[in-house]
């Protein structure tokens, strides 16, 4: 256990509609990091979010935006959903922004496009 | 251009034996990091090893241990005495300092997916 966690763990829903995934970093991690795996793509930065900055983006869609909150949690919201979107979307936090710090990632949001 | 390359789609390896995989990157900067992660069936990414580009020793974590050859710009990892629970996806990653060092994100190579014959 990493102590990322991330809800839901599967979501299913259609096209067109928009979600929100959401993570909880492990306890005193400041940043959080937004990953997608794909079968055509692999795994994909997305997003980096530090103390409630926005800190790096990556190859992320522009109906796809994120947050990271107070209390340090953060969101991700997919919205205007496509076939191409499924995926398994990770989170990771880290507990600085220090590049030698290991990401610990979260068990996944699996997501699911009909 | 691709960063972080995985020859190896598939490998087998008996249990008890050790086992390399490959990983080799590019990149301009002198200080970036390599790291290693396991992603079993269950889907979860679990960290494995780390090394530095500056670290003068291979990094070592259990059974795990990091062949660094920064000539070659290469970073295998070797798992000795290979075990059935050690049969997933690996993944090789690179963190590499943006400019003014506000983001660290991984950038994974394809994986490779080790199998463990009993």
């Known amino acids: 256990d990493s102590g990322v966690t991330q809800t839901p763990k599967h979501l299913i829903t259609a096209t067109g509609q928009r979600v929100t995934l959401r993570c909880s970093p492990r306890?005193?991690?400041?940043?959080v990091y937004w990953y997608q795996q794909s079968l055509d793509q692999g795994l994909q930065f997305l997003i980096q979010?530090?103390?409630?900055?926005?800190?790096a983006k990556g190859n992320i869609l522009e109906r796809f935006s994120a947050q990271q909150f107070p209390d340090l949690h953060s969101e991700l919201n997919l919205s205007s959903l496509e076939l191409g979107d499924s995926a398994l979307y990770f989170c990771?936090?880290?507990?600085?922004?220090?590049?030698?710090?290991?990401?610990?990632f979260g068990p996944g949001t699996r997501l699911t496009v009909l | 251009a691709q960063k972080i390359t995985q020859t190896q789609p598939g490998m087998f390896v008996q249990e008890k034996e050790a086992v390399t995989l490959d990983c080799t990157y590019d990149?301009?900067?002198?200080?970036?990091?390599l790291f290693w992660y396991k992603q079993p069936s269950s889907g979860e990414m679990i960290f494995l090893i780390y090394?530095?580009?500056?670290?003068?020793q291979n990094a070592t974590e259990g059974r795990y241990s990091l062949n660094f050859q920064k000539a070659r710009k290469s970073a295998n990892l070797v798992i000795s005495a290979s075990q059935l629970g050690d049969s997933a996806m690996y993944f090789c990653a690179m963190r590499e300092p943006l400019t003014n060092n506000a983001g660290n994100m991984l950038t994974f190579g394809g994986g490779t997916r080790l199998m463990v014959k009993p």
């Open positions: 979010y530090y103390n409630g900055e926005e800190r």
């Open positions: 090394q530095g580009s500056y670290d003068e």
């Open positions: 990771a936090s880290s507990a600085r922004t220090g590049w030698s710090n290991e990401q610990f």
């Open positions: 306890s005193g991690d400041l940043s």
């Open positions: 990149t301009s900067d002198q200080s970036y990091g």
